[in-house]
């Protein structure tokens, strides 16, 4: 059973561009969570989706930054008009459908703003 | 609201000595509590969680953790240190609902010396 799978696992684009951040949640997840990690800091929540739902974005910023999980494929966190500011590392989580108390990391995508 | 604090960004020990990371948390439900670990330009992964059950909890690669409710900790420990626990270490909660908001602490680095 493959893991979370995230790509890309680097990405780095000059100020002003859209990043684009896919998370693939492990077979028979349901739920996705994203959270950001800054330089020599902790993880910081984000958003928790389920298929074709936001459920809770409140550690989301409220301009540039939106996500999205459809019926089909994978999770996309996605950014416009980056700052270096968003240079930072991108994990994806995901749990099972039940309420569980389990989430299972990706490898993360780091994202180099120029 | 939750929070957890992390005691030493940085703790350095000897290969054989005992570990011991500390995690104090704050919360106004029965927390779930979470240890995972990074290393260099990975994901996070589980080693640990205590989810009101027995409240001392075993997890992989000999480490175990102690609930503490009049302390407010879940202190992270192992008998004896191997070079390869090097790593990054987070304490994290969640409240104890269906809803698995993760809330991290800033996490410590373990240094293992020979």
């Known amino acids: 059973n493959a893991g979370v799978m995230q790509n890309p696992r680097h990405l780095v684009r000059r100020r002003g561009q859209e990043a684009r951040l896919r998370c693939s949640p492990m077979?028979?997840?349901?739920?996705v969570y994203w959270y950001r990690q800054l330089p020599e800091e902790g993880l910081k929540f984000m958003v928790y989706?389920?298929?074709?739902?936001?459920?809770?974005e409140s550690g989301m910023p409220k301009e540039r930054f939106s996500a999205e999980f459809p019926k089909e494929g994978p999770s996309i966190l996605r950014i416009q008009q980056v700052v270096r500011g968003d240079s930072a590392a991108y994990f994806c989580?995901?749990?099972?459908?039940?309420?569980?108390?389990?989430?299972?990391f990706g490898p993360g995508t780091r994202l180099l703003v120029l | 609201a939750q929070s957890v604090t992390q005691l030493g960004s940085h703790v350095s020990v000897s290969e054989g000595a005992l570990v011991l990371l500390r995690c104090n948390y704050s919360?106004?439900?029965?927390?779930?509590l979470f240890w995972y670990v990074q290393y260099p330009n990975q994901g996070l992964q589980l080693l640990l969680k205590?989810?009101?059950?027995?409240?001392l909890v075993k997890g992989i690669n000999d480490f175990e953790a102690e609930f503490k409710k009049s302390e407010t900790s879940f202190h992270l420990t192992k008998p004896s240190a191997h070079m390869s626990d090097a790593a990054e270490y987070f304490c994290?909660?969640?409240?104890?609902?269906?809803?698995?908001?993760?809330?991290f602490g800033t996490g410590t680095r373990l240094l293992v010396s020979p």
């Open positions: 989580a995901s749990s099972p459908p039940a309420a569980s108390e389990t989430q299972y």
């Open positions: 077979k028979g997840h349901s739920h």
């Open positions: 989706l389920q298929k074709e739902n936001i459920i809770d």
């Open positions: 919360s106004s439900v029965p927390p779930y």
């Open positions: 205590y989810t009101s059950a027995a409240t």
């Open positions: 994290a909660v969640s409240m104890n609902t269906g809803f698995q908001k993760l809330v």
